[in-house]
């Protein structure tokens, strides 16, 4: 490129966006480290106490809580600060998009939350994605729903994550459309929409010249009946694949629901969510 067009080599990328790059010989790490620290500091929380979780298992959300209103303009910058940090923190991505829910007439309940969630990213400022290399480039997706989870309409959530050879690249967490009127029902609409986005992928990858000619593993903890249109549809053209996964081996359940502190740091490291100091490799390049 640099004999067609007028540039400047750069060197290595070691920032971008606020995200900070670290290169070894054997993966990338990328993780926004600066970010939570200013965060943290616009808080009043730089000194605060850390804890092991985003969120309290036990603890459910609602609009009507009992509590007093909160700052409306201090809560959005906060779940918006927590929201864009999710670039790199798939391990909040549950409790940001929770938290935004509740964006118009927040209560201290749901700033006491955001907090907490700000006292979690505390004791992992240092966390973000590993990227090995060297593993085989297959696309594997994990999708995951629970049922009714939300308090107000009960409705149910569904998450989905992504990896290409390790860590994951692409994952979401999204309160569903319409009132599953079962758990299976709720578990197809999860598949779908997970469905939707390995299709997306699989057509920018073969743009980045790494055609999926197989059929995209798709892990579910549910079996799905194979009579509804679109997911059948896609596993007749070679699209998906269908795959039983072991509880617990799911990884996208950690986008459905608040979990105790070993299921939820278990989940996490599925994910390749770590900190930097426990990269493999100790040579940067």
């Known amino acids: 490129m640099m004999r067609r067009y007028e540039m400047t080599d750069l060197d290595l990328l070691y920032h971008f966006l606020g995200m900070e790059v670290i290169q070894t010989e054997n993966c990338i790490f990328i993780n926004q480290k600066k970010y939570p620290l200013t965060l943290l500091s616009k808080s009043g929380l730089k000194q605060c106490k850390p804890v092991g979780t985003p969120l309290v298992a036990s603890e459910k ?7 007093e209103p909160a700052d409306e303009n201090e809560y959005r910058q906060m ?15 549950f409790a940001a998009s929770l938290l935004a829910r509740f964006m118009h007439c927040p209560t201290k309940k749901h700033y006491g939350t955001a907090k907490r969630v700000l006292r979690y990213i505390q004791g992992t400022i240092d966390f973000g994605i590993e990227y090995q290399k ?4 297959i696309l594997i997706g994990y999708c995951d729903s629970d049922w009714s989870g939300s308090q107000n309409d009960m409705r149910s959530t569904s998450g989905y994550a992504f990896s290409f050879g390790s860590g994951a690249f692409s994952w979401a967490s999204v309160k569903q459309h319409s009132v599953a009127l079962s758990k299976a029902e709720a578990e197809y609409v999860g598949a779908s929409e997970a469905t939707t986005q390995a299709i997306w992928l699989r057509f920018a990858l073969e743009d980045f010249g790494e055609l999926q000619t197989e059929a995209t593993p798709l892990m579910k903890t549910k079996h799905i ?16 694949d269908l795959r039983y996964c072991k509880s617990e081996e799911q990884v996208a359940e950690i986008f459905t629901k608040a979990l105790p502190k070993d299921r939820f740091n278990y989940l996490r490291g599925l994910l390749d969510v770590k900190p930097v100091n426990n990269l493999e490799g100790s040579v940067e390049v």
Not at 80 to 88: D, E, M, N, Q, V
Not at 226 to 240: N, S, T
């Open 225 to 240: 009946n194979r009579r509804y249109h679109f997911i059948r549809d896609a596993l007749q053209d070679g699209v998906v």
């Open 61 to 67: 959300l609602c609009k009507d809580d009992g509590s």
């Open 134 to 137: 060297g593993k085989e480039a």
């Open 79 to 93: 779940v918006g600060s927590l929201l864009y940090l999710t670039a790199t923190r798939p391990d909040i991505m």
